[in-house]
């Protein structure tokens, strides 16, 4: 158990729609990654959160939004989904930004029909 | 940019084979470098890390030595078992974090 939490675990919906996934990070850590997994594209970097501030973004489309609260949790927001956003999201966290030890959680995936 | 390049998947390998997973990286600085295991629905754990040339990350029989005059992470195992079956990720970060980077993925199976 890497002490990092993600909610739902499964989810199914239709194209158009929006979603909300949640990310509890490890105790006492102040940086949240989002990574989206899918069969064709590997592990893609979207964004990153330290201490509630964006500190980095990658591939993220504009369809998608993050933010991390005051209590750290994070929160990866997904509209106007299309079949192809179907993946596994990863959230990931660390103690800062610099010492690049990722504790991943289970991921949550995604199919959109 | 900062990139990560490894071996084409999958590798496939009976007990107790020796294993190897190439991995190169392009970076401007003096990145840390890790390996990370992903096991069939679960998500991503580190394996073993290097934070400096020369420096050698090891972890459960997996080694690995960071190796700057030709940029490459290689993970090791002398003796395979079905157990290891998993995907294989090499990464690298920079000092500041803000850029870790993962390589696509290698897939192992052992078969026993």
Redesign the interface.
């Known amino acids: 158990d890497?002490g990092?939490t993600q909610t739902p675990k499964h989810l199914i919906t239709a194209t158009g729609q929006r979603v909300t996934l949640r990310c509890s990070p490890r105790s006492g850590d102040l940086?949240v990654?989002w990574?989206q997994q899918s069969l064709d594209q590997?592990?893609q970097?979207l964004i990153?959160y330290y201490n509630g501030e964006e500190?980095?973004k990658g591939n993220i489309l504009e369809r998608f939004s993050a933010q991390q609260f005051p209590d750290l949790h994070s929160e990866l927001n997904l509209s106007s989904l299309e079949l192809g956003d179907s993946a596994l999201y990863?959230c990931?966290s660390?103690v800062?930004?610099?010492?690049?030890?990722?504790?991943?959680?289970?991921?949550s995936r995604l199919t959109v029909l | 940019g900062n990139s990560v390049t490894q071996m084409e998947g999958p590798v496939t390998l009976s007990e107790e084979a020796f294993l190897t997973i190439n991995c190169t990286y392009t970076a401007t600085g003096y990145p840390?470098l890790?390996w990370?295991v992903q096991y069939p629905?679960?998500?991503?754990?580190?394996l073993l890390?290097a934070?400096k040339a020369d420096d050698k990350g090891s972890n459960k029989g997996f080694e690995a030595t960071y190796r700057k005059e030709t940029t490459s992470f290689h993970l090791e195992k002398g003796s395979v078992q079905v157990s290891d079956s998993a995907v294989y990720?090499c990464a690298l970060?920079d000092?500041?974090?803000?850029?870790?980077?993962?390589?696509?993925?290698t897939r192992l199976s052992v078969l026993p």
Do not use: I
Not at chain 1, 96 to 107: A, K
């Open positions: 890497s990092v940086s990654y990574y590997g592990l970097f990153q500190r980095a990863f990931a660390s800062d930004d610099y010492t690049g030890e990722l504790f991943f959680g289970e991921g | 840390s890790f990370y629905g679960e998500g991503l754990q580190l890390k934070t990720f970060s000092r500041r974090g803000q850029n870790f980077v993962f390589g696509p993925g």
